[in-house]
Every structure is written in structure tokens, then in C-alpha cells.
């Protein structure tokens, strides 16, 4: 009892020398932490609200309305021989590689909590579904930091690769429960035209609380950042990070973009743009993209909450993510040389989507979510046909 109590007053300690740093550090830089906060807030603006708002309004919904239900019914025979996942499931796996973090693992989390997938099967899932948005590769770091489409497009398909992989690693995680992705569920929420009111406007709500909850965690650690690298804290743990890894060939900058991008993957990426090998570079931007920073971490956990849905399942997952991405980048460079032509409409696509504003943004997403959210209906549809010719047939 005495460990645990001396335990609890280290920690304690620790904690109290850590926020008397950080209210030190607003006052000493004051004028920083104002930039980096606008910073911040204009990423939101810009690129988070826009591109996430809709698609958690999307995910919402087709939990809500019981379309995951029906899609699950015609993909039943797909996500399980591969994931050991229920069909309803690919509802989160389409929605987070479309959507981006974190909506994928938003949307597991909602599978979950209405008993639309296991406890289990919802941990497999956020191991692998909490991925990056084309948009946010293809156009912020592929056109954006790398001025390149093809390097975009590479980095997505080690990530989406990378993705799968994890996918089918961890159908074996507590491969040994009985069956419990082939257990008849409670029934699932069934699509009723009356319930569309009340399940949207309760989406909008809880879609516009998240987007808020993601936002402050993007401005928190964008100043957390600042103040780390303004107060020399982060500069010196990369030189010590790098003096440590110097046999595998890092330096004290390449040691900070690590940290940096271990923190928060916008900040982290940026710093890629130029200096240094350019194998180099896309190595760390895989992992980067792959690992999604704690500030992302921060925002799927706020989400998991009291949900008793493992932590250290989706944290090792994201890990093995980012390392997989970056083995993959390495294979796709040496496969297809960089110096390859790509055709001009992709180059002008991905280059529009670097300099989106927030009204083009948030139309670009808003009709990708609706041609999502169509998709789900038509699938929906399809299977209740198919239930219906069933009952048809046997009546017969």
C-alpha cells in the first residue's frame, strides 16, 4: 500500500512540475502560443471541419438508420474470412479509409456501443480502420509538401496496404473466443423511413460535438509543439534521440521531425517538405501517416471513453501501421521510380485539393459523403430485395 501511495505522490509530483512548465512557458512566450493557437485554428477551419463535419454526420447516420445492418448481410461473406468482422463492419472499414481520422474508428465505437459487432471484433477493427483520407495525402503532403502527385499516390497505397495487413494480422487477436463474430447479435436497427427526423438531427448534434472535440486537441497540441521547441525542450530531446540512433544514421533534425510527428502529423509532415534524402523523407512521412500522432490518439480515446474497448489494441496497431507503411513506401519507390509521368488529370486533381479553400472543401466532402452515404442505401436496398425473394421462395 505504501509503494502505490508512494506511487501516486511521484506521479502526482510530476504532473504538478509539468503544468507549472507549461503555464511558465505561455508566460514567457506569449506572442508564440497566440500563433501557433491561429495556427490551429486555421488548420480547423481550413481542412478539419470541412472534411470531417460531414463525414461523422455520414457515420452517424448509417449506424442510426440500420443501413451497417443490411450491409452487413452482403458483405457477411467477405469481412469475415478476411478480418473476422461481421459484414456491418465494412461500414467503419469504407468510412475510414474515405473519411479519414478519425472517423473510422468513430464509427466503430458506434457499431459497438448499439451491438451491431462484439467487443472483440470492434478492437480489430480500431487496430485497422482509423486511417488517413485520401485528400489529406494525396493533396497536403503528396501535391503540398513533396510537390508531387506521384509520391502522394504511392504514400496512399502503402498506407491503404498497410492498412489490410493489420486488418489480417489481427483476425488472429483472441482468435480463441468461440465463434464470437459468428454468434447471432441482438437484432440490428432496421431502416424506418419515421426514425430518419429524429436520427438526424441527433447526428448533426453529435457530429458538430466531435468536430469541437477534435478541434481543440488539433490548437492544444499545435501549441504544445511551439512551446516545446521554443522553451528548447524538444530541440535537446533530439539531440539526445539522435545521438542514441546515430549508428542507424539519424540526426539531431531528423530526431526532431520524428518527435514532432509522433505528436501531431501535420506539424510533423511539414517539416519533410525539404533537407535530407528524399527516400529518407517519404520513410518518415509513411510512419508518420501510418502512426497518426498522439494528438489523433488523444481524439479516438476521447471517443472510446468508459466503452471498456481496449486501449493497447488500437495503440499497438497504429504502431505496426506506421512500420508496415514505411517498409511498403520503400518497396512501391523501388517498384515505381519517381521520375515515372502521371496523367495530367490526376495532377490537376490532387493539385486542386492542396489549395482548397474552406467553401471548396467543404463541398467536395459534403458530396463525397452523400455518394457514400447513396452507396449504403443502394446496398441496403439490395439486400432487402434479396430477403424478400427469400420469404418469397419459401412461401412457394
Same mark, same amino acid.
Given at each position: 500500500m505504501s509503494r502505490l501511495l508512494s506511487k501516486a505522490r511521484v506521479r502526482d509530483l510530476f504532473l504538478g512540475l509539468a503544468l507549472l512548465c507549461a503555464t511558465l512557458a505561455l508566460m514567457l512566450y506569449p506572442k508564440p502560443s497566440m500563433e501557433a493557437a491561429r495556427t490551429g485554428l486555421q488548420l480547423c477551419y481550413n481542412v478539419i471541419i470541412p472534411s470531417l463535419f460531414p463525414f461523422f454526420v455520414l457515420s452517424s447516420l448509417v449506424v442510426e438508420l440500420g443501413l451497417?445492418?443490411?450491409?452487413?448481410?452482403l458483405l457477411e461473406g467477405i469481412m469475415w474470412p478476411l478480418f473476422h468482422v461481421s459484414g456491418a463492419c465494412a461500414s467503419a472499414f469504407a468510412l475510414g479509409f474515405v473519411g479519414g481520422y478519425p472517423v473510422g474508428a468513430k464509427t466503430a465505437i458506434n457499431l459497438y456501443e448499439r451491438g451491431m459487432c462484439t467487443r472483440t471484433e470492434a478492437e480489430r477493427l480500431l487496430a485497422f480502420c482509423n486511417n488517413s483520407g485520401p485528400a489529406f495525402i494525396l493533396g497536403v503532403v503528396g501535391a503540398g509538401i513533396f510537390a508531387s502527385s506521384t509520391v502522394g499516390v504511392l504514400l496512399y497505397l502503402a498506407h491503404a496496404l498497410a492498412s489490410v495487413c493489420i486488418g489480417l494480422l489481427f483476425r488472429f487477436y483472441k482468435a480463441g473466443e468461440a465463434n464470437g463474430g459468428k454468434k447471432r447479435r441482438r437484432s440490428a436497427p432496421q431502416f424506418q423511413v419515421q426514425r430518419f427526423s429524429t436520427a438526424f438531427t441527433g447526428s448533426v448534434k453529435n457530429a458538430f460535438l466531435s468536430t469541437l472535440n477534435i478541434c481543440a486537441f488539433v490548437v492544444f497540441f499545435t501549441v504544445v509543439i511551439q512551446l516545446l521547441i521554443r522553451s528548447g525542450f524538444l530541440p535537446g530531446l533530439a539531440r539526445g534521440l539522435g545521438t542514441l540512433l546515430a549508428p542507424f544514421g539519424f540526426t539531431p533534425e531528423w530526431a526532431q521531425r520524428l518527435l514532432t510527428g509522433a505528436l501531431e502529423i501535420s506539424s510533423g509532415v511539414s517539416?519533410?517538405?525539404?533537407?535530407?534524402?528524399?527516400?529518407?523523407?517519404?520513410?518518415?512521412?509513411?510512419?508518420?501517416?501510418? /502512426?497518426?500522432?498522439?494528438?489523433?490518439?488523444?481524439?479516438?480515446?476521447?471517443?472510446?471513453?468508459?466503452?471498456?474497448?481496449?486501449?493497447?489494441?488500437?495503440?499497438?496497431?497504429?504502431?505496426?501501421?506506421?512500420?508496415?507503411?514505411?517498409?511498403?513506401?520503400?518497396?512501391?519507390?523501388?517498384?515505381?521510380?519517381?521520375?515515372?509521368?502521371?496523367?495530367?488529370?490526376?495532377?490537376?486533381?490532387?493539385?486542386?485539393?492542396?489549395?482548397?479553400?474552406?467553401?471548396?472543401?467543404?463541398?467536395?466532402?459534403?458530396?463525397?459523403? /452523400?455518394i457514400i452515404f447513396l452507396a449504403f442505401l443502394l446496398a441496403a436496398a439490395l439486400s432487402t430485395r434479396k430477403c424478400l425473394c427469400k420469404r418469397r421462395r419459401t412461401m412457394l
Open positions: 451497417a445492418g443490411y450491409l452487413g448481410r517539416t519533410l517538405s525539404e533537407g535530407g534524402a528524399l527516400s529518407g523523407r517519404l520513410t518518415m512521412a509513411a510512419f508518420m501517416l501510418g /502512426w497518426a500522432g498522439i494528438s489523433v490518439h488523444c481524439q479516438v480515446l476521447s471517443f472510446i471513453g468508459d466503452s471498456g474497448l481496449s486501449v493497447g489494441t488500437y495503440l499497438v496497431g497504429k504502431l505496426l501501421h506506421g512500420g508496415l507503411s514505411a517498409l511498403f513506401i520503400a518497396i512501391l519507390v523501388r517498384l515505381f521510380p519517381l521520375t515515372a509521368p502521371v496523367s495530367n488529370y490526376l495532377v490537376d486533381q490532387v493539385a486542386g485539393i492542396a489549395g482548397m479553400e474552406f467553401h471548396s472543401a467543404l463541398t467536395v466532402s459534403i458530396l463525397a459523403a /452523400w
